[in-house]
């Protein structure tokens, strides 16, 4: 409407112009806050050789006092967004997540960050303040964060299925650091029901001179093309297509796939071999001893800090304050472990 009433004035060749000046500001997609104020301000000028032009008039009005402040506002908000999907208007560096404290047990979005520790004896020796609600693309900043106040990293990493991702993997690789990381059909895959799923390419056997694919029916699936992504992080995921030779008269293929056509896959090859030496590693008794002991590790020391000592909201708002406010916590929780280690042998003498 408001570009209309501005038509209406290009029979004159001054009116004319000032419709060009808002076409040159540029289309919705490109248009910025600097651009639509150059605009107004070509279009005032405009204004003050025509008062009479009610059109011309409106049309800058319009543009002045509500389209140009709604799209700076837009701006700004976009700035704090950043890459994230949410923000928090309390606490603009908070992104909305789903707590696992969930009381009324209806999926409820919260502002929050997502908070990573590092354990040796239930010591924290680590800790680092995230944005992003996954845990996934929290591993390498964090070990980034303790490798900078340590000096260097353990010798072994020992995580959650949350954090077995590709681009882990060989963060920990190129680090030389021994990854006792779980992925995350790690446990899904022992299961009877798994192994006999003749869909899972777990179950088909691999030809590497052929550098072909063979299902659990004996039909093999050639190479097609190799494709490559590039991550958030800057990590290139490469992945190999293959397409089944052909698929018709298969009697197992509606338990196979749902593709009209024939089967095709996408592989990382490098992922399957991060894989490989996951399993190894977690199946080894020190892999499963040491997942065991993970399992009173870290969640040890948020029962601490949430139950124990009722710490369940931050009291303080902003990425900064907040990373302060779980350094405070980290340390008053490893001064009392330490006082309650060295309190255990008086305790016993006076017994």
Request: net charge positive; aromatic share 8%; hydrophobic share 30%.
């Amino acid at each position: 409407m408001l570009f209309a009433n501005i038509e209406e004035t290009e029979k004159q060749e001054e009116r004319e112009q000032a419709g060009q000046d808002l076409a040159e500001s540029g289309e919705i997609s490109t248009l910025t806050s600097e651009k639509l104020e150059a605009a107004v301000q070509r279009l005032e000028a405009k204004l003050q050789s025509h008062p009479k032009d009610k059109p011309l008039k409106k049309a800058v009005r319009t543009l002045s006092k509500e389209l140009l402040p709604r799209l700076q506002k837009y701006e700004v908000q976009q700035q704090l967004l950043g890459n994230r999907n949410s923000f928090s208007k309390t606490d603009p560096d908070a992104t909305f997540m789903r707590m696992k404290e969930d009381h009324m047990r209806n999926g409820q979005l919260k502002p929050g960050y997502n908070v990573q520790i590092g354990t040796e004896n239930q010591f924290i020796i680590g800790y680092s303040l995230h944005q992003r609600p996954t845990d996934t693309r929290c591993l390498k900043p964090h070990l980034e964060k303790v490798k900078a106040a340590l000096g260097k990293l353990p010798k072994a990493v020992i995580a959650d299925a949350g954090y077995g991702g590709e681009e882990n993997y060989a963060y920990l690789e190129n680090e030389q650091l021994e990854a006792f990381v779980k992925y995350s059909t790690y446990h899904k895959e022992k299961s009877k029901k798994w192994q006999q799923d003749i869909s899972k390419l777990d179950n088909w056997q691999y030809d590497e001179s052929e550098d072909t694919w063979t299902c659990a029916f004996g039909r093999k699936l050639r190479f097609r093309y190799e494709s490559k992504e590039t991550t958030e992080s800057g990590y290139d995921l490469r992945k190999r297509h293959y397409r089944s030779e052909g698929c018709e008269g298969c009697p197992r293929k509606e338990a196979c796939t749902k593709a009209k056509g024939n089967r095709e896959i996408s592989v990382s090859m490098n992922y399957l071999r991060y894989k490989q030496q996951a399993r190894e590693r977690l199946r080894s008794e020190e892999g499963y001893a040491l997942s065991v002991r993970r399992m009173i590790e870290p969640e040890s020391v948020f029962g601490q800090i949430k139950n124990n000592r009722g710490f369940r909201r931050f009291l303080l708002r902003g990425l900064a304050k907040v990373s302060l406010e779980v350094g405070w916590l980290s340390l008053a929780h490893n001064l009392l472990k330490k006082a309650a280690i060295d309190q255990k042998p008086e305790m016993a003498m006076q017994g």
